[in-house]
């Protein structure tokens, strides 16, 4: 994924899966088409902030999105995108 849209979402209430399905419903709304891959800070992935050690593995899809933790990510930003080598498999 080259180009994505970089999304922000603060509130301490919902999931992860809730934040990433209404990122995913504006970025489908703004571009026409479903993203399939996210990346978010490692500590978003785990409950106790805690980073997992490998951040380069992939995370289990949530709402047909595939996760992927990245330090260069900041807390509460998920860049969403489509990656044609995702959707090819």
Known sequence: MDVGMLWY????IDKLET??????SY?????????????V???????????PKDEKVAEPK???IELRCS???LPNHFWLGFNQEISNV
């Open 71 to 73: 330090k260069s990510m």
């Open 27 to 39: 970025y489908k709304k703004k571009y026409g088409q479903d993203p399939n891959l996210c990346f």
């Open 62 to 64: 949530t709402a047909g």
């Open 9 to 12: 979402d603060s509130n301490e």
């Open 19 to 24: 934040k990433i399905r209404r990122a995913s």
């Open 41 to 51: 800070h490692p500590s978003m992935l785990r409950k106790d902030g805690s980073t």
